[in-house]
């Protein structure tokens, strides 16, 4: 009986710090898996706010292009390959040199 009371004690322990270790990793902003599920090839440009740029690195092979939308805030998953969005990303690179 008390090896039970143990054993579940212990289970409890490590799945509490399992839990506590991955909650501390998002809060960190680190990203196990790609955040684009879905992308956007149709042309948006003008409802976007601001743009980020996630090379592709050990956790995701693709490069994640997101905007974030003007009016509601909410992220877009752009298509890296639509024409449009590589003119997007020229013009952000292009006045980032400008400066």
Do not use: F, Y
């Amino acid at each position: 009986m008390m090896s039970k009371v143990i054993l579940s004690a212990l289970l409890v322990l490590l799945a509490s710090v399992a839990i506590s270790e991955g909650m501390t990793l998002r809060s960190l902003g680190v990203e196990l898996h790609c955040r684009c599920i879905q992308t956007e090839s149709r042309p948006i440009g003008r409802h976007i706010e601001k743009v980020e740029l996630i090379p592709a690195n050990s956790h995701c092979q693709e490069t994640e292009i997101i905007a974030t939308l003007k009016k509601t805030g909410q992220e877009v998953c752009l298509d890296p390959a639509a024409h449009w969005v590589k003119r997007v990303i020229e013009r952000i690179l292009n006045n980032s040199k400008r400066r």
